[in-house]
């Protein structure tokens, strides 16, 4: 009982805080939204800025909660910590245990929207890790790739001009889908590498 009463808090507060974003990031990025999201899934959405979060929070609208896998690092951020520890799961990104594996299993039983930046982190070039690939099998949540795209230097630069933002919200799919074509004798690390790659590729192709 305690558990649901703190989830409908969670909801609420994120509603609100959501709906107070709303119109600045509408205001700042002139924003549009293209697509709608499926009724339950993993986001998933290439990461190149800190502002991808609010932005996609927005997109999604104020009673459609995604709960955000973020590092552990983040915490040391003042700015950030508060939000990150009321509406995301912290984990261990370097040395992701069972403790960090029970606490996301918890989180995408309660949420709807699970979300996960393939990358998992912000640096240009980064490969995409095998994670979001691996808890859609366990969960049997399709995906739901969104694409961020800029009209401008995104992030911003400078930091007070703000590009066109669009966001692209893609039709759901799944695992199963993403692997047709592969051979079924890979080794798993190979199969969880060109899976991640193609991951990235179906996003990028909205």
Not at 37 to 53: C, L, Q
Not at 175 to 190: N, Y
Request: proline share 11%.
């Amino acid at each position: 009982m305690l558990g649901w009463l703190l989830e409908r808090i969670r909801d609420l507060l994120y509603a609100i805080l959501v709906g107070l974003a709303t119109p600045v990031i509408f205001g700042l990025f002139r924003l549009s939204v293209r697509g709608k999201p499926a009724a339950k899934g993993i986001v998933v959405a290439p990461h190149r800025s800190y502002w991808d979060i609010p932005i996609l929070c927005v997109a999604f609208g104020p009673f459609r909660r995604i709960v955000f896998l973020a590092r552990h690092g983040i915490l040391r951020n003042p700015v950030f910590a508060p939000f990150v520890l009321g509406f995301a799961v912290v984990i261990h990104r370097e040395n992701f245990g069972i403790h960090d594996f029970r606490k996301t299993m918890r989180a995408a039983k309660r949420a709807r929207w699970l979300g996960i930046f393939p990358e998992g982190t912000t640096r240009p070039g980064a490969k995409p890790k095998p994670g979001a690939i691996r808890f859609a099998e366990i969960l049997n949540l399709p995906f739901i790739p969104v694409r961020i795209v800029a009209h401008g230097p995104y992030p911003p630069r400078p930091r007070w001009r703000f590009p066109k933002v669009e966001v692209r919200i893609g039709p759901p799919f799944t695992v199963e889908e993403l692997a047709e074509g592969l051979p079924q004798d890979l080794p798993k690390s190979e199969r969880y590498r060109l899976l991640s790659q193609r991951l990235m590729e179906r996003i990028l192709s909205l």
